[in-house]
């Protein structure tokens, strides 16, 4: 059974920091693109940041790039969101996801879904 654990939402002031980590179990974790989304409360769920099998290629969202840097550890089976300069409009429920064919933004494409972790960016 596929499981994607996210961890380490929380509270945040503004232009504070905070890394996600997302822990995968029962798939071969090289083999996947991996990825991260956000939805925000009456929004729907949108794309934050994607990276290669092998790490070598990353894409993010204009709102987060140069913010964030989304990075894995194949070897730990772990995918991470360093997010820096938070803002309160990145406030949202954060998830990870698994694409077994495809490096893309669109949510479709993606397999697997973690439940998702909550940051919360206080003005």
């Known amino acids: 059974q596929v499981q994607l654990v996210e961890s380490g939402g929380g509270l945040v002031q503004t232009g504070g920091s905070l890394r996600l980590s997302c822990a995968a179990s029962?798939?071969?974790?090289?083999?996947?693109?991996l990825g991260w989304f956000r939805q925000a409360p009456g929004k729907e769920r949108e794309f934050v940041a994607t990276?290669?099998?092998?790490?070598?290629?990353?894409y993010y969202a204009d709102s987060v790039k140069g913010r964030f840097t989304i990075s894995r550890a194949n070897a730990n089976n772990t995918m991470y969101l360093q997010m820096n300069s938070l803002k309160p409009e990145d406030t949202a429920v954060y998830y990870c996801?698994?694409?077994?064919?495809?490096?893309?933004?669109?949510?479709?494409?993606?397999?697997?879904w973690g439940q998702g972790t909550q940051v919360t960016v206080s003005s």
């Open positions: 996801t698994a694409s077994r064919m495809i490096l893309t933004t669109t949510p479709k494409h993606y397999n697997y």
């Open positions: 029962g798939l071969t974790f090289s083999r996947f693109h």
């Open positions: 990276i290669a099998r092998s790490g070598g290629s990353t």
